[in-house]
Nanobody, 118 residues
Framework: QVQLVESGGGLVQAGGSLRLSCAASGSMFAINTMGWYRQAPGKQRELVAGIDNVGITRYTNSVKGRFTISRDNAKTTVFLQMNSLKPEDTAVYYC????????????WGQGTQVTVSS
């Protein structure tokens, strides 16, 4: 079992920044991928960014150049730095974990709301 606890969501004006954090605990595999997904009202959950245990990252096109995903040295906490936020970034953001590279999530965090006002 892996537990994921998110923090850092909130309300921000367009053009502003937020930083999300997700702390993982439990039985983590050495090879793993952590990531951030988001779900806006009436839309499907989508991948925002992912990072594996060796630091390889991937991003959805709409956030490239604005968002940065990173992990701490212990590789148990993942961060999402979100800059130049847009109203269309408004969603519930979920942290994810899977025990491989480029894998589908096996565990989810509880979600944190990000609201960007215009």
């Amino acid at each position: 079992q892996v537990q994921l606890v998110e923090s850092g969501g909130g309300l921000v004006q367009a053009g502003g920044s937020l930083r999300l954090s997700c702390a993982a605990s439990g039985s983590m595999f050495a090879i793993n991928t952590m990531g951030w997904y988001r779900q806006a009202p009436g839309k499907q959950r989508e991948l925002v960014a992912g990072i594996d245990n060796v630091g390889i990252t991937r991003y959805t096109n709409s956030v490239k150049g604005r968002f940065t995903i990173s992990r701490d040295n212990a590789k148990t906490t993942v961060f999402l730095q979100m800059n130049s936020l847009k109203p269309e970034d408004t969603a519930v953001y979920y942290c994810s974990y899977c025990s491989a590279t480029r894998c589908n999530p096996e565990y989810w965090g509880q979600g944190t709301q990000v609201t960007v006002s215009s």
